[in-house]
């Protein structure tokens, strides 16, 4: 594999010799390496192809982005994050295609950060959510029609519900009898699925260039001081909703508990860490996001809370076929989590919803 990887390494425009590759992060769906030459590190990455279907276009919403997001921070004089970019290929490329019909892709490796996968203290949740309102507020100018929907009808709950019936009714695997109560919690709140339906159709929520996977493990943060200096795994950023990127975040941010945790009693909410992740966001973008959008906000963390586990259930029902997974009822295990929250949300709502109108 060591070889493999130097050969493909080899294959962009990197300095120095290589010395080695490692695997790198916990992301469900690429494989992630760190590479070290004797100049530099990289990050390279095999793109799951099967769900990124158009690496080419995808890489190019990525360079249109960051290309933007670069000239206006330097512009503002405001220059916070380090700058990031995708290492061509030698053949000019913004992606190499192996003889397996692998595509990988480069970038430079963002020295002297740390990601975390869950908020450890208020400052942290503050500093992570301003990274992603900082990032947000400099892309904040461009157009949604020049970016391409990389995975067309990735926040469409209801396709995603659709889906989930058809899955249900087939029972392919056998294994609805082992998530009665899940596959019941989802079927009681279909009502979240129409909500955010009648919401969109009502145009009442502008149609902007999002990140669509704002997990707190997509900022780097520096080492030492703990500040936001670059947002990362941009491989969904197209056409989306501020309310997908702020529910990414209460969803990943508020719990101390791993997405995968099987102790659900450590699932809980932690209201000073959203008042923080709210802060932290929301003081990026004052005044560039509407009365509306603001006014929707924790229905997005609940969205999306909702979404990702009826995904991991549909995937615990299908077999396991589109997320990673590292043991058996991994894919449940995770719905479960999300599960909890979502109840930990609807009891919290209205004091979360007071602090949004507070700050
Ligand atoms: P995935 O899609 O699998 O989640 P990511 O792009 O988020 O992959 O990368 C996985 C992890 O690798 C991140 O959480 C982060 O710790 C690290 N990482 C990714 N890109 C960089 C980078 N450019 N510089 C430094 N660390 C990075
Ligand atoms: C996946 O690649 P990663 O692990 O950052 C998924 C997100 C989910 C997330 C759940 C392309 O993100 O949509 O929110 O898992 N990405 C894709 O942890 O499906
Ligand atoms: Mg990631």
């Not at 707190?216 to 997908?244: E, R, S, Y």
């Not at 959203?274 to 959008?293: D, P, R, V």
């Not at 479960?336 to 979502?342: G, H, M, N, S, V």
Request: charge should be negative; include cysteine.
């Amino acid at each position: 594999m060591q070889h493999k990887l130097q050969t493909i390494s080899e294959k962009f425009l990197i300095k120095g010799n290589f010395i080695s590759a490692n695997p790198f992060g916990s992301g469900h769906i690429n494989d992630t390496y760190l590479i070290t030459t004797s100049a530099e590190k990289y990050i390279l990455q095999r793109i799951n192809h099967h769900i990124f279907k158009e690496v080419e276009k995808m890489n190019q919403n990525i360079i249109k982005a960051l290309e933007h997001f670069n000239e206006k921070q330097k512009i503002s004089k405001d220059i916070r994050f380090r700058e990031l970019k995708i290492i061509l290929s030698k053949n000019g490329h913004n992606h190499f295609k192996d003889e397996d019909g692998n595509y990988w892709r480069m970038m430079n490796f963002v020295s002297g950060s740390v990601s975390f996968d869950v908020a450890k203290k208020p400052e942290m949740a503050y500093e992570a959510a301003k990274a992603f309102g900082y990032f947000r507020r400099n892309l904040i100018d461009v157009d949604p029609d020049d970016f391409y929907p990389v995975i067309p009808d990735f926040h469409n709950l209801e396709m995603r519900m659709s889906w989930f019936h058809k899955v249900l009714e087939t029972n392919s695997e056998s294994r609805n009898q082992f998530a009665e109560n899940e596959i019941e919690f989802v079927l009681s709140r279909e009502h979240l699925s129409k909500k955010l339906s009648l919401l969109l159709k009502s145009g009442r929520i502008p149609i902007r260039v999002t990140h669509n996977d704002t997990k707190i493990n997509n900022v780097l943060l520096d080492k030492d001081t703990l500040k936001g200096i670059a947002v990362i795994d941009l491989d969904t950023i197209m056409p989306g909703t501020v309310l997908f990127d702020f529910g990414d975040m209460v969803r990943t941010f508020i719990s101390p508990a791993e997405e995968d945790e099987t102790d659900l009693s450590k699932v809980v909410l932690r209201l000073d860490i959203f008042e923080s992740l709210a802060k932290g966001y929301l003081l990026e973008l004052q005044h560039l996001i509407t009365y509306t959008e603001r006014d929707h906000l924790v229905f997005g963390g609940k969205i999306m809370t909702y979404m990702i586990g009826l995904r991991f259930l549909t995937d615990f029902l299908e077999g396991d076929v589109y997320y990673k997974t590292a043991r058996p009822n991994h894919n449940l295990d995770r719905c479960r989590t999300q599960f909890r929250l979502l109840s930990e949300i609807e009891k919290n709502e209205t004091a979360m919803n007071s602090i949004i109108d507070q700050i």
